[in-house]
């Protein structure tokens, strides 16, 4: 079950980005998403993807999406570790939250499986940020956001999105 996130949603209040591109789901990434969600050793090198696991709350297990949410929020609340005021750059202790808001990431896929009686979900992400890269372009405020998106896409939510 995918969660999508509604239009003043809390998890969408992130930093002013001028390079703030919707990721578009690809089925590819949800498959290799599938094939992976239970290898503990995460995806092989040779994909050249980043990703993320959810290891779900078996307690919680029929409700996925209430999960889901509250690991968003975790990962989102976790970019407070780090002054992203002045330079967002990517550092090991904001990985998840950074995978959500590199701006050069474009698609993303998820799965969700069962590994060893354990609910999982992985999300793969199609760029991976390097160690102390920026992560986006900081905007100065939030009419610069759509001003940066090209002629082919139209702003949504602060996003540019494919039209």
Known sequence: ????LSPGDPLLNR????????QSWDCKLEQIAKSQTCNPDGIPPEYDYTYDVITLDPTFITDITVQTRAT????????????LSVEPIYHRLIRSYSMM????STRIGCSM????????LMCV??????????????AV????????????????NYLCQAK
Do not use: H
């Open 113 to 120: 499986n069962y590994c060893d009686g354990t609910g999982r």
């Open 141 to 156: 405020n939030r009419e610069e956001i759509c001003t940066a998106c090209p002629n082919s896409e139209q702003c949504v």
């Open 101 to 104: 808001v590199y701006g050069k």
């Open 1 to 4: 079950m995918l969660m999508f």
């Open 15 to 22: 930093a002013f980005s001028t390079d703030n591109i919707f």
């Open 72 to 83: 968003l929020k975790k990962w989102t609340r976790s970019a407070e570790l780090v002054d």
């Open 125 to 138: 992400y199609d760029k991976k940020a390097k160690l102390n890269e920026l992560l986006y372009e900081k």
